[in-house]
């Protein structure tokens, strides 16, 4: 037995005879590689072809190989078992938003097709791919194009269907590597994990493919005679990137929402509505000062969960909460000149009308912004509910003590050409929001 799984890893470990690949490893037992074939027009923007094996003990639950230096928007390949136990499965995914199962993808589905020499070989599982609607995550000629890999070991998943469901890997059962894809030039568009010893082009034969909504991308490991394998194991044109854990992007996501959300959709409306109920003007500074510092904070994690996840700048969350907090960096300054002018001149200015507008606006872009981040961090049910139910309980609150203060015992007493507010005989200090 022992020797026959060793026959296995060493046919299923393939490398080719006459052209090269970028190979690297993954789990225990478990061997990727990869080769560009020539007259490819796979790039970043552009499908085209792309040759790729995963090969891994039958211990294994499922295996995967994405294109991409992370799950989110990465295309994803799955492999395991299928439900007879004497061929593989081989399901075409789409990343998403990533820390969420990656989706069947039926037009990368469409162009995949296991060649000879796939299937279940001396107790490993092997998938041989030729892909025609692949994509990089690079140039075809980087030197450090980006793939990841992961894998969860247990009982057989038995299954025909593409779009069966998988249990999520741990935080150790997952790669990152680059791949220098100079060294993956193949010399002919034909099978280079299984080199023909026959006369002819050398191309190899295919496995079937049946319908991608259904049921799997399958092929037959070759046994024939006329057909010999070379294979090595270990790493030759990839390198392993550093790798940032699923625990940690969960932490810095956690602590990025709840202290945005802090200081967002409680403190800032907390301080325009105390100004408005007991005046105070220093306090309601206080607050809001506190609100801001809450927003360079959460800021300032947003960002560095947005590098960890390459999200900073390409979607509209992160666009729009930088120019939020810069344009906030105004608000202090108009909000002295705004209480300077007041005392000055015991009421109201433009001054002060900018300073309560345009801290209204931010506040309301501020909760749009957030429930921007809860999309895209592809946020729980309920955690969409509480956003939407404490916004708009604490808009209810503002909205509220604006009206309780104009209906509140105000009198309006004349000066020449000015009005002051005038409450039981006192000018009303109430300057802010």
Not at 180 to 187: I, Q
Not at 296 to 301: E, F, K, Q, S, T
Not at 360 to 368: D, E, G, T, Y
């Amino acid at each position: 037995m022992k020797v026959l799984q060793a026959l296995g890893v060493a046919v299923a470990t393939l490398a080719p005879l006459a052209t090269s690949l970028v190979t690297f490893t993954g789990g225990s037992g478990i061997s990727y590689s990869i080769g560009v074939p020539p007259g490819s027009t796979i790039s970043q923007s552009v499908t085209g072809g792309l040759y790729f094996s995963i090969t891994a003990p039958t211990s294994y639950q499922w295996v995967g190989f994405g294109i991409g230096s992370q799950m989110a928007n990465a295309q994803i390949f799955v492999m395991y078992a299928n439900a007879a136990g004497n061929n593989v499965t081989l399901s075409g995914r789409n990343g998403g938003r990533g820390r969420v199962p990656p989706t069947t993808d039926s037009t990368l589905q469409s162009g995949l097709t296991l060649l000879t020499g796939s299937g279940i070989v001396g107790g490993n599982m092997v998938a041989y791919v030729h892909c025609t609607t692949c994509k990089l995550a690079s140039a075809a000629t980087s030197t450090s194009s980006p793939f990841i890999a992961a894998w969860m070991a247990g009982s057989s998943l038995s299954s025909n269907s593409v779009s069966q469901a998988i249990n999520q890997h741990g935080d150790s059962d997952y790669k990152q590597v680059t791949g220098d894809l100079t060294k993956a030039a193949m010399s002919t568009d034909s099978n280079p994990f299984v080199a023909s010893t026959t006369s002819g082009s050398g191309s190899s034969s295919t496995g079937t493919t049946s319908s991608p909504s259904s049921t799997s991308t399958s092929g037959s490991h070759g046994g024939d005679s006329s057909e010999s394998e070379s294979g090595s194991s270990g790493s030759s044109g990839a390198s392993e990137s550093k790798h940032v854990s699923a625990a940690t992007i969960h932490k810095y996501d956690a602590a990025h929402g709840i202290v945005m959300g802090i200081a967002a959709c409680i403190l800032f409306p907390s301080g325009a509505i105390l100004v408005r109920l007991v005046g105070m003007p220093w306090l309601h500074a206080a607050i809001q000062l506190l609100s801001f510092a809450g927003m360079i904070a959460g800021l300032g994690l947003g960002v560095k969960l947005a590098q960890y996840r390459e999200l900073l700048f390409n979607n509209s969350h992160t666009i729009f909460g930088v120019v939020i907090v810069a344009l906030l960096l105004l608000q202090p300054f108009i909000g002295l000149a705004h209480h300077h002018l007041y005392k000055k001149h015991s009421s109201r200015t433009g001054v002060s009308h900018a300073h309560i507008w345009y801290g209204r606006i931010l506040m309301l872009l501020a909760v749009i912004n957030g429930g921007l981040g809860i999309k895209l961090a592809a946020n729980t049910t309920s955690g969409r509910t509480a956003w939407i139910v404490v916004s708009a309980i604490m808009g209810t609150l503002y909205i509220g003590a604006i009206l309780f203060k104009r209906k509140s015992n105000v009198g309006v007493s004349r000066f020449g050409s000015k009005e002051k507010i005038v409450r039981n005989g006192q000018v009303d200090s109430t300057e802010a929001m």
